[in-house]
């Protein structure tokens, strides 16, 4: 019978770059930045390295669909190294294949990497990579904005929600990330705007407003894990273990029946039924000390929060005007670095991005956005868009 993963995993070592339009670097030496500091981390050696997963969505210029330029860029010599892309879920994906080979006893040390060069593509946004069945057929015309603008019109709909009360609470989400923001050194964007600015700022897709997007960037994130015994063995005296990793991705069923009312997204409740299960959380509005979460609109996080079984369908817009999520607030942190929102969106890095904030947190090495006695942390990707799409959770604790 299958048992999980849960504490089988320790994260010895994480790296992360800055985020932004990082000219001054290619994928290549994003992808050094963010390992050097990773094997630091660690106190390993690069040698010590058995295997390696290489997260890359839409950056096939600069990496390519095989992982070669990876293995090249990281001097992985000799060893297995596996290119990963699951859309949005891509860093996490690369996480869930490391910790995959640990659990398993396969190897010893395993690297899971993220990185997009997403600045240099010619498009202001993202480009469209899924090209066929997808775009063609499932998308024709779609955008981002225009998607996830769907998910704010079910959510009134079924919750009764007036357009200001829901206006409202989606500026408070985004007026909390950047204030979290100002204070994350490796954040593309640092800087508070006022709640007024947010509510004034250019419709993108009603309800949606310039603020309420966020943008992309250059950037990439490392995670170096092994045994809790190997750690043990290397000295590490508070060690960070993967409480669990789960991944739910939709089959349409979203999109071609009537069993979807547009008012929430059906994968992330899926992955977090799991994820709670394999970790031993029956409470997560009590049990967990901060969330990272798929950020990509403010839409998506508020209702996100519901998704995760943190507040009660519904109340979601109540606890955020409440200052629950808030850094300081009465509940759970969410974002305290900022999120998507700060950092941008280097696709197969935010998984990971958001894993090493995490992982700070516990460690208390997060400066000045440490919380106080954190224990326990989850991440979250959201790729596609809510009828189409992946969603994917790590948990992660002290051990």
């Keep these: 019978m299958a048992t999980g993963i849960k504490d ?3 994260i010895i070592g994480m790296g992360c770059t ?3 339009e990082r000219w001054d670097a290619g994928t290549h030496q994003l992808l050094a930045e963010a390992l050097d500091e990773a094997l630091a981390d660690a106190g390993i050696e690069r040698r010590q390295i058995e295997a390696a997963w290489s997260g890359s969505c839409m950056d096939n210029v600069n ?4 992982a070669i330029p990876a293995s090249l860029a990281l001097r992985l010599d000799g060893i297995p190294v596996s290119r990963m ?12 294949g490391a910790a995959y080979a640990v659990a398993s006893g396969a190897v010893d040390f395993a690297l899971a990497v993220g990185v997009e060069k997403l600045k240099d593509t010619g498009y202001g946004g993202l480009p469209a990579p899924y090209k066929g069945t997808l775009n063609d057929l499932w998308l024709p015309l779609g955008s981002a904005p225009a998607g996830f603008a769907q998910l704010a019109a079910g959510y009134r709909a079924r919750h009764g929600v007036s357009k200001e009360q829901l206006k409202k609470a989606l500026a408070h989400v985004s007026w909390k990330s950047h204030q979290n923001g100002v204070l994350s050194p490796k954040a593309h964007l640092r800087k508070a705007v006022t709640m007024e600015q947010i509510l004034a700022a250019p419709m993108i897709a009603e309800p949606l407003g310039l603020y309420d997007c966020c943008g992309v960037s250059d950037g990439a994130a490392a995670a170096i894990v092994t045994t809790p015994e190997i750690a ?3 000295g590490k005296k508070d060690m960070v273990t993967i409480k669990a990793i789960q991944l739910s991705i939709s089959s349409g069923i979203e999109s071609t029946t009537g069993q979807w009312d547009g008012s929430h997204v059906r994968n992330t409740r899926a992955a977090a039924k799991r994820a709670y299960a394999e970790a031993g959380i029956t409470d997560p509005r009590r049990q967990l000390s901060l969330m990272e979460v ?11 929060m519901e998704d995760l079984f943190v507040s009660q369908d519904g109340h979601a817009v109540h606890d955020i005007l409440d200052g629950f999520y808030d850094r300081g607030g009465s509940g759970v942190p969410c974002q305290v670095d900022g999120g998507l929102k700060c950092f941008g969106h280097p696709i197969a890095a935010s998984g990971l991005r958001m894993a090493y904030e995490v992982y700070n947190q516990l460690l208390g090495r997060a400066g000045e ?5 954190p224990s326990l942390g989850l991440t979250h990707n959201l ?4 009828y189409l799409g992946i969603a994917a959770l790590s948990i992660l604790g002290l051990h």
């Design 18 to 20: 800055r985020f932004g």
């Design 369 to 373: 956005r440490q919380l106080k006695s």
């Design 85 to 96: 892309e699951n859309m949005c879920a891509t860093g996490t994906e690369a996480l869930r």
């Design 63 to 66: 990496v390519g669909n095989s």
């Design 294 to 304: 798929h950020d990509c609109f403010s839409i998506t996080e508020l209702v996100t």
């Design 232 to 234: 043990r063995a290397l």
């Design 383 to 386: 790729g596609g868009v809510p």
């Design 8 to 10: 089988k995993v320790a």
